[in-house]
Structures are given as structure tokens and as C-alpha cells.
């Protein structure tokens, strides 16, 4: 098994361009929470909007179904291309092992979140933010770490 910094040069280019529009895709969706959420409340995220999102009147259970379906399948790719890349870093193995898993684990927390905010208690939403906090937090940190090692990771001598 190839480590990251032993790859061909074209496997890194493609590896680096695919972590770099994997960042900006974050980058831009976590743009996006900031913008919609800026209005109500001042600047930020505010509980109480993301709360609104999942317990409105437009917020039935076929909506959250359709946002969950669209989100679950629409991050997969991410999630695995994103953490297939990283498993072959030059890290402890422990790291390999757990930091993938997380954005799995945590959006599936998020995504249930939903659910149990619109039907079971308003508080569920800390779960929302949490889970999506962690899991754009384990995915950055994943990204960051990857390119790293491409480009300055020690090799392995010949």
C-alpha cells in the first residue's frame, strides 16, 4: 500500500484538486448556514432559527424526509473520497481508523436531530449544530492533514 507522500506526481495533483474542491464545497455550505441564518437574530447561528427549520409549517415529515434523502446521498461521496484519500496518510494508525468515521456517525446524529426536534423536543436542536460542527470539523481536519502529508510528508526511501 502506497502512503500519500509516495504517490506518483499525477496521483497527487488529482488527490490535492479533489481535497481543494472538497474544501470549497464545505467552505461554501458553511457560507451558506452563516448567510441564511444572519437576519433575526444579528450575526451567527442562532438555535432558534435552525430550530425554525425543522419545526415551521413547511417543515412536515415528507420535507425532512426529501432534505434527509438529498443530504445523506449527496455527502456520501464526500465523506468517502474524502476519508479513502486520507487512510493513506503517514498518521498513527488510530487516527486512520476513527477520523473517518466521524462525519459518518456525526451527520447521522445531525440528521436525526431533524426528527427529534420537530417531534420530540425543540432542545434536539443542539444536536443539529453539534453534529454539524463535528463533522465539518473532522472533515476539514481530515483535508488539511491529507494535503499535508501529499506534499510534505516524508517518503519512503527507495
Do not use: C, N
Not at 479533489?18 to 437576519?39: D, E, K
Not at 488510530?94 to 447521522?108: H, Q
Not at 449544530?129 to 510534505?152: C, E, N, P, Q, R
Amino acid at each position: 500500500m502506497k502512503r500519500l507522500p509516495d504517490l506518483p506526481l499525477e496521483t497527487k495533483l488529482l488527490a490535492t484538486a479533489t481535497l481543494i474542491y472538497a474544501g470549497i464545497s464545505l467552505l461554501m455550505g458553511f457560507g451558506y448556514v452563516l448567510q441564511a441564518h444572519q437576519g433575526t437574530e444579528g450575526y451567527g447561528i442562532h438555535a432558534s432559527e435552525i430550530a425554525a427549520l425543522y419545526t415551521g409549517p413547511g417543515a412536515g415529515v415528507t420535507t425532512l424526509i426529501s432534505l434527509a434523502h438529498i443530504h445523506l446521498l449527496g455527502l456520501l461521496p464526500v465523506f468517502a473520497i474524502v476519508g479513502f484519500i486520507f487512510v493513506y496518510a503517514t498518521l498513527p494508525k488510530v487516527w486512520k481508523i476513527v477520523l473517518p468515521l466521524v462525519p459518518f456517525v456525526a451527520f447521522f446524529i445531525d440528521v436525526a436531530s431533524w426528527f427529534l426536534t420537530k417531534f420530540v423536543a425543540y432542545d434536539f436542536v443542539y444536536l443539529v449544530i453539534g453534529g454539524g460542527a463535528i463533522f465539518i470539523s473532522a472533515l476539514g481536519l481530515m483535508i488539511v492533514l491529507s494535503l499535508f502529508d501529499i506534499w510534505f510528508g516524508r517518503r519512503t526511501a527507495a
